[in-house]
């Protein structure tokens, strides 16, 4: 249940307001982008939100449903699935070393290290190594600025990115930024043809709730752990 495309949106959702913006006479380029989104990113002291819509699973349409906590510091990060049906409940958990996947029909937590958890980019093209670090995940593709749009303080920019590793993956990525809190509103992914494979909105984003490691790490203690 894989399809093959950049990992760019796993860590796009590590953001935060920031204070101050450009004044409409400036011309905004990714590197203003990826700076602001990087300042941000080391201010949250935690951060949760949802991603939310549709993607090309097994050569069909079906709904993706996530919700995703963060804590940047540590480069850790929960993501909990409700959609599709088939990943239901399966609990994904993230840290410096190593990624967690808990499968809830065989009460099974795998474990994998990070970089080979990258090389797989996750069940359903995402990166969850990382999933809480976009500006750093950036620096391993060229992306360009494609549209900008809305008025002034809260705008949205359009990027693109394609791997800079020849070989890495066949597919692009496309995340839309609000300056209005400097965090990602839409998530995109295309196959090699420009198909879009995913398209994912982001809510209920939420910053310095106060999560804690010991919430973010606990899974089914009674489950089987196998490691990779």
Not at 10 to 22: D, I, K, P, R
């Amino acid at each position: 249940m894989t399809f093959k495309t950049p990992p760019l949106l796993t860590s796009a959702l590590t953001l935060t307001l920031l204070v101050g913006g450009f004044s409409s006479a400036q011309t905004v380029t990714v590197t203003d982008i990826i700076s602001r989104l990087d300042a941000t990113q080391k201010s949250a002291k935690d951060l949760s939100f949802r991603l939310s819509g549709t993607g090309s699973l097994d050569g069909s349409a079906q709904k993706i449903d996530l919700s995703v906590q963060s804590i940047p510091a540590s480069s850790l990060a929960r993501v909990v699935f409700a959609a599709p049906d088939a990943l239901a409940d399966n609990i994904v958990v993230v840290n410096k070393t190593e990624v967690r996947n808990y499968l809830y029909l065989t009460n099974q937590i795998t474990v994998t290290s990070t970089a080979k958890a990258a090389g797989q980019a996750g069940m359903t093209g995402l990166d969850f190594s990382q999933i809480s670090n976009f500006a750093a995940l950036l620096k391993n593709y060229d992306v360009k600025l494609i549209s900008t749009t809305g008025a002034v303080g809260s705008r949205v920019y359009g990027l693109e990115g394609v791997p800079k590793s020849a070989g890495t993956n066949d597919g692009k990525a496309r995340v839309y930024v609000t300056e209005a809190g400097w965090r990602p509103t839409r998530l995109q992914l295309l196959d090699s043809a420009g198909k879009v494979m995913a398209d994912l909105n982001v809510s209920n984003y939420k910053l310095n709730s106060g999560l804690s490691a010991t919430r973010l790490t606990t899974l089914p203690k009674d489950a089987e752990v196998i490691r990779q």
